[in-house]
């Protein structure tokens, strides 16, 4: 019976995950029919602004020529009218002089013939007839102003719709995701000429193909001149990432390549501000000492507070009342525990988390906890947190904390601090963040989830989540795993029982007498 309901329930997951699928789908298949009719219309209207614009230039032309043409035909007909009037001008004269001569072959007179002959000649001499040029200043041919068409004519009915790239194919093969970079590679399908590629992404928590319904948008990458992509700090804060890419020429974009989705898990947190110090002004990623943080509630929500009962104040900054925790919650830390948990818990596998602390933070530790840690215990003093303690006050010292006892730490205080958690090897390691050298080690068998723990005084820190393990960091941890574990290490089997390796001196605490 319990067989048949295990199998019955596998096919009902697999129906279910089916319908899923087939519904993504529809809604796919829904968007790509809407989209084809709207870039249907937006590209028939794009066509129609083109050729407009071509018939506008094709008229512009037109009226340029034709008032080209009308400009050499009034020169021509001023230039011929002109040369007209003279020369009907000049005939009329000859026609008047010649009658004039040869009436004058008819006087008898001698003197008053040569008086004629020499008024004759004279006037011959300047008659317009002979002044004026026989040759018209201007012809009658206009082909100068033909146009000739066939080749324009040629390349209107040679237009085509333009050349665009296929969608490239991305290969997933080649695809790297690593120390919170994702390398995207592709290729394309044929030899034509890629301007550049347009390349998109987008944070999901759905795996498989990309939903059209998604609550991130798609980010765009443009002009990217080769085949590969690397996109650096990211903070991976969903499961999965989808991406696409698509080809364009220096005439048009190409169809997107099918989608890939990548997984990107990672360990997110933020700071637990419900049970954190009043003393303390919480963010979601950062958290900082606040001396007047606790001096607006009210003296008998306060007094409640200090006695252990349940009415603490809520972790607003300003000076006004504070609200009660939730129902279910954990006690506020008071009195000298200024601290602060993750919000939360880790019950199983690996995670990193980075922590960098304010330049003159006189006091911080960074590192793990049971969720029951006492709203007084203080990080480090008890058997059941683990850190690492930073004082910059009066005395300086680095040093490795646990159960009351500490180890001093002979390595410079890096300005970030990498944390690493293997939950099912029980190991908590912390690393410079930025060069991932190995500070401390813990070796811990946890028997029940742990919380990201921190303490600061007089200053702040600052928190970085959704980080994949460095690559370094997992190397050397299969490295030392193979080796069987850090010999700098503070080895621990049960909560309960004192570390089996001796402690070096113990890191003085804070006085509390120095502290406002």
Known sequence: ????KDALQRIIATLANKNEELQNFIETLNHTFGRVQDNSTQVVSDLEEEFDTLYSILDEMKESMTNTIKQESVRKSHELQNQLTQSTNALESAEELLEFANNALHIADD???TKAAKQIKDRVTMAPAFRLTMKPKATDNMTHLMVDFSKERQLLQGLKFLPVPRA????????LVIDNEVTITWRILEDSKIDHYILEYRKTNHEGLPRVKDEQCWEVLD??????????????DTKFMNFRVRACNKAAAGDYSDPVTLETRAFNFGFDSTSSHLNLKVEDRSVEWDPQGGKGVD?????????GRSGTPSPKRTSVTRSPAPRGARDRFTGESYTVLGDTSIESGQHYWEVKPQKDCKSYSVGLAYRNLGKFDQLGKTNTTWCIHVNNWLQNSFAAKHNNKAKNLDVPVPDSIGVYCDFDRGQLSFYNAENKQLLHTFKVRFTQPVVPAFMVWCGGLTLSTGLQIPSAVRSFQKTENG???????????DPSVACDICFYDKLPSVDSSLMP
């Open 1 to 4: 019976m319990d067989s048949q």
């Open 111 to 113: 003197e008053e013939f």
């Open 168 to 175: 490239p194919e991305i290969v997933l093969g080649d695809c």
């Open 223 to 236: 002009n990217i001149k080769t085949s590969e992509y690397t996109l650096q700090g990211l903070r991976f």
């Open 299 to 307: 003296s008998k929500v306060k007094g409640k507070e200090n006695k």
């Open 483 to 493: 080796l069987g574990g850090s010999n700098s290490s503070i080895s621990q089997q």
